[in-house]
């Protein structure tokens, strides 16, 4: 075996070691009646799917009663959620029994959960992720995987937010996830019809995909009308479309077919899917509407009005990077526009919950190779800002363990990609070497003082996360102020979150030179050697 294929495997082991550490901890809702939180949620589904007929599963009946964590995703969730459903009633019917499982919290039943969490990290989220960072180094650089590669994987197989959310909170992103990262390694590798087809699997497992879903679609209608090597031709961009746009309705007609039978149910699916009736935002979500709800009242506002204001703004907020990729395609334009676009959903989007930054954080993973000061920077801000979630769950020290770990992975990255070595045991030298850790696609070096900003942006950053930490554990909030911590910890990672929206728009909309730049850099090495 190869010393990368060793690596490869021990990295792997270590992810799922992690997690299966993880997965011993709380879970949400544990002990908490009467609705025992995500953990219930995602067992009553299988309880659901298993008991109940495939066009009742998405209805209100005396034998589902939609007010106790009624089904609310697409139906291949619903899929998922009755093939798992079928193996405990293999390992144990109680698991499964209807109306005499609800909030079951046995130990056997824990482990045979959160295996199955695990299994798809297994078998298809972690490799997922793997091939799409390898895709970016060789699609995007035009290299073979190298040391720099595996520390990417690395960061990308531990990032500490996918882990406490799905091995500790308990859900299922990985799956959406994993499938949207197989989907984004298609379309850089340029099988474009794959890639549709996989997306739309993300896409029918959770409807949070949307948030991805503008750069898909304009990389994807550029592809259909791109020049050839003999111009342009109407006849080919006709096909291509055709051919797309068949992947996707036929995909979509086969998932949704056993409620296409009627109107009525096809209905009552897209009402659970998009339930517009919950409000704007869930809890204190790092997200613009939830900051300005506490200068204007926004609950006060009927729901169908804040729905049509929060579309208008999400539409401003991610148009301009999807119209950017359809007129400026390339593959590191794809991956910026996939950031770009997910957050810009996050931030101004209806019904965003704490957990949906994830979406958020699969560009970033893949842009780490690119980006990767101000990718992990993100990554790490985005774990603090579901805090008050974690907490919740009794998952404080589990988030500070990891968020240790993966301040480690960055000192290593330094060391590692620029084989750096401290100059100076103080405090000070060791902040500013890690400026050459900050590189731009074309290679070149950061000045100087943007090196010295965006390192002292990022150690007073940490500094804040520790200050709001320490007072949300420690200190008492006042009587009449009880959110206080939670909601101040939401607006100080929201604000970071709006300059890294501000910041990647801007690298995608002035890096294409440096692109072209770094290409013809690369192909006259290539000559030379």
């Excluded at 309880?47 to 998405?58: A, C, D, K, Q, S």
């Excluded at 979406?359 to 603090?384: G, K, M, R």
Aim: aromatic fraction near 16%; hydrophobic fraction near 50%.
């Amino acid at each position: 075996m190869s010393a990368d294929s060793v690596t490869l495997v021990t990295l792997v082991a270590s992810g799922i070691l992690l997690r299966a550490i993880l997965s011993l901890h709380s879970y949400s809702g544990q002990n908490k009646p009467p609705m025992f939180g995500d953990f219930e949620a995602q067992r009553h589904w299988q309880e659901t799917t298993v008991n109940l007929p495939i066009r009742e599963w998405y209805e209100n009946s005396t034998n589902n009663d939609l007010l106790y964590w009624g089904l609310d995703y697409p139906p291949l969730t619903a899929y998922h959620s009755f093939l798992v459903g079928k193996w405990a009633l293999f390992k144990n019917s109680t698991f499964v029994k209807l109306y005499e499982s609800r909030g079951i919290t046995e130990d056997t039943h824990k482990e045979f959960m959160r295996n199955t969490v695990l299994l798809v990290d297994f078998f298809l989220y972690i490799p997922a992720i793997l091939f799409g960072c390898y895709t970016v180094r060789k699609k995007i650089f035009g290299g073979s995987i190298a040391g720099s590669d595996i520390l990417s994987m690395l960061v990308a197989v531990l990032y500490p937010g996918q882990m406490l959310i799905d091995n500790g909170h308990f859900q299922y992103n990985n799956v959406s996830l994993g499938f949207a990262a197989a989907a984004i390694a298609a379309i850089l590798m340029e099988k474009h019809l794959l890639g549709a087809l996989v997306f739309v699997l993300a896409l029918n497992y959770k409807q949070m995909e949307l948030y991805h879903a503008l750069p898909f679609f304009f990389f994807l209608l550029q592809w259909c009308f791109q020049r050839g090597p003999k111009g342009f031709d109407w006849r080919v961009g006709i096909w291509r479309l055709f051919k797309v746009g068949s992947v996707v309705v036929v995909s979509f007609v086969i998932i949704w077919s056993p409620w296409l039978v009627s109107i009525d149910s096809l209905k009552q699916v897209v009402h659970r899917v998009f339930p517009v009736a919950r409000g704007v935002f869930e809890d204190k979500v790092s997200n613009v509407w939830c900051i300005v709800n506490v200068f204007i009242k926004l609950r006060n506002y009927p729901n169908s009005f804040m729905a049509m204001v929060c579309l208008v703004c999400t539409l401003i907020a991610v148009l301009p990077s999807g119209s950017h990729l359809l007129f400026r395609p390339s593959k590191k334009n794809f991956l910026l526009a996939l950031l770009n676009s997910s957050l810009g959903f996050f931030l101004f989007s209806f019904q965003v919950h704490e957990k949906s930054i994830l979406i958020a954080t699969l560009p970033a993973l893949l842009l780490f190779q690119l980006y990767p000061f101000e990718c992990f920077w993100f990554l790490q801000i985005s774990t603090f800002s579901m805090i008050p979630l974690l907490h919740k769950d009794g998952l404080l020290l589990p988030y500070l363990a990891l968020s240790l770990l993966s301040l480690t992975l960055l000192k290593s990255s330094i060391q590692a990609l620029n084989n750096f070595k401290p100059i100076s045991r103080t405090f000070f030298g060791d902040i500013f070497n890690i400026g050459s850790f900050l590189q731009t696609i074309d290679g070149s070096k950061k000045s100087h003082h943007i090196n010295r900003a965006l390192v002292l942006g990022f150690y007073s950053s940490l500094m804040g996360q520790t200050l709001l930490l320490f007072a949300f554990v420690v200190m008492q909030p006042p009587m009449h102020l009880p959110f206080l911590w939670p909601l101040l910890i939401s607006a100080y990672s929201c604000g970071h979150f709006v300059l890294f929206f501000i910041y990647f728009n801007y690298r995608q909309f002035f890096s294409y030179a440096n692109e072209a730049t770094h290409v013809k850099r690369a192909s006259g090495k290539r000559k030379l050697k």
